[in-house]
């Protein structure tokens, strides 16, 4: 059976554990010199009373080397202790660099691809939140919209779904079709918000206008899902008719105000979003 390889820092702290217990057995061995002998001199002044000055002088001497034996020793075993705990301290302290190791090269082009990773991370607020995204292949059924740290698809309801559904009609599924590449260009989730006008609703199926617009915000994500646009990027609100972009008072004003938008949220605006 072969032995276990030790690595040079394991046997550097085997060979000076080695050498603090020989130093140990060396100290208790004088220690135990220094006791016979205080004792030694502890008998001699019972049993003779000449020069008992002399006497009481060699007796000190003795008792303050024995105190200092006593140190070393308790010094010794907490050097010990503190040997066996950091077994792989020489390990550690091998692998740490000299401080000159740890500073970025010139020219490593480290800084350059730690900007170019914050810039793609929305990091630069100057950033075209259109960059990247296919556009131009959208049709004009679909307006866009740019807004701090978000894109907006807005499409009106009149072209997803006939009045008072929620199934998307043959038109909303050509106009939806078109949007599929562009929204999987990016990597940002995708809020499909269902708005309706101020008129009330109530059928067996939509009681009121926040049935309709989350129903119609559902149809949106079941079709975009089916098309490979994956599902935990994606959200469905219905908003009723809490924002509206024009007055429900007139009739264009209710058809403008009856839409779904299908809005890209940067991680900043999605954290502001949440709170």
Do not use: C
């Amino acid at each position: 059976m072969t032995e276990p390889l030790e690595s040079p820092a394991t046997g550097s702290v085997g060979s000076a554990r080695k050498a603090l217990l020989e130093r140990q057995r060396q100290l208790e061995q004088e220690l135990a010199q220094a006791r016979q002998a205080t004792h030694m001199a502890r008998r001699q002044a019972v049993n003779a009373a000449r020069e008992p000055d002399s006497e009481g002088e060699a007796e000190g001497w003795l008792i303050t080397y024995l105190d200092m034996m006593t140190l070393l020793l308790v010094f010794l075993v907490v050097m010990l202790a503190f040997a066996g705990k950091g077994k792989g301290a020489g390990e550690r302290l091998q692998s740490l660099k000299p401080l000159s190791e740890g500073v970025l090269p010139a020219g490593s082009g480290l800084l350059e691809q730690a900007g170019r990773s914050l810039h793609d991370k929305g990091g630069d607020s100057t950033r075209d939140p259109l960059q990247g995204l296919p556009v131009d292949q959208l049709g004009k059924d679909i307006e866009v919209v740019v807004k701090e740290g978000s894109v907006s698809f807005r499409i009106s309801s009149e072209i997803l779904f006939s009045s008072a559904q929620a199934d998307l009609s043959l038109d909303g599924l050509r106009v939806l079709q078109q949007l599929v590449p562009v929204l999987n260009s990016s990597r940002h989730g995708i809020v499909v918000v269902g708005h309706t006008d101020a008129l009330p609703i109530r059928s067996a199926r939509f009681p009121s206008n926040w049935e309709l617009s989350g129903a119609r915000a559902g149809s949106v994500v079941r079709y975009l899902e089916a098309n490979g646009v994956a599902r935990q990027r994606m959200r469905a609100v219905g908003l009723a008719d809490t924002q509206p972009l024009a007055d429900n008072s007139t009739l264009e004003g209710r058809a403008g105000n009856r839409r779904v938008e299908l809005i890209l949220e940067t991680p900043q605006a999605a954290e502001m979003s949440e709170d």
